[in-house]
């Protein structure tokens, strides 16, 4: 079954420094995504970057990057030169499924709540 | 383009009432989805579409029901409230089973069961 797990509830951050929020996933499936969102207290949930299981690079979205590990099951992220503007809520999720299948589900952790201090 | 659309923003309802909450996309997203979010617990999923007249259960579907009839809504079915399902709700929508552009939440539906 799948399992999204992020082990950090919360994250202090200096100001233009870089931070990593942990992601690890387990799935049977070897055809699989990995997404990350933001919500700010705002509530919206942002879309931030995507790696895909056969992806042989990692990911890169301007100040995000995810280290993906595909043997240790681990989909990081990091954002590099952190802004005040980055505290929020991250959420770390996962799609497992076939082409046409009916199991396509995306499935969140729980979050961490990155909090950037100027 | 108004992407994913929920209505009402704000509900309070009394416990065994029943209320539908809307979900509309004009994107002509295949596949849809419902969530809850609850304090400490993330997103769960309710119940997810991958098609019109296809739905599926997700991780929380008890007390919940839905349909897709057509390819731009998604309706979500509260059948007989209860204090548990106090909740903010999102609605999300992808084009393609790959999702490489993420899938698109709406603004979220707060739920008050008194």
């Known amino acids: 079954a799948q399992k999204i797990t992020q082990t950090q509830p919360g994250m202090f951050v200096q100001e233009k420094e870089a931070v990593t929020l942990d992601c690890t996933y387990d799935t049977s499936d070897p055809s699989y995504g990995l997404f990350w969102y933001k919500q700010p207290s705002s509530g919206e949930m942002i879309f931030l970057i995507y790696q895909g299981s056969y992806d042989q690079q990692n990911a890169t979205e301007g100040r995000y990057s995810l280290n993906f590990q595909k043997a240790r099951k681990s989909a990081n992220l990091v954002i590099s030169a952190s802004q005040l503007g980055d505290s929020a809520m991250y959420f770390c999720a996962m799609r497992e499924g076939n082409y046409g299948g009916a199991t396509n589900k995306l499935i969140f952790g729980t979050g961490t709540l990155l909090a950037v201090q100027p | 383009n108004a992407g994913v659309t929920q209505t009402p923003k704000f509900q309070v309802l009394k416990t065994g009432q029943s209320m539908t909450l809307q979900c509309a996309q004009d994107?002509?997203?295949?596949?849809m989805s419902w969530y809850r979010q609850d304090p400490g617990m993330g997103l769960r999923l309710i119940h997810y579409?991958?098609?019109?007249?296809?739905?599926d259960q997700g991780e929380v579907p008890n007390g919940y029901n839905v349909s897709r009839s057509t390819t731009e809504d998604f309706p979500l079915r509260l059948l007989s409230a209860a204090p548990s399902q106090t909740s903010v709700y999102f609605c999300?929508?992808?084009?393609?089973?790959?999702?490489?552009?993420?899938?698109?939440f709406g603004s979220g539906t707060r739920l008050t069961v008194v």
């Open positions: 994107m002509n997203h295949e596949y």
């Open positions: 579409s991958v098609g019109a007249g296809i739905t």
């Open positions: 999300a929508s992808s084009y393609s089973f790959v999702a490489k552009d993420g899938y698109t």
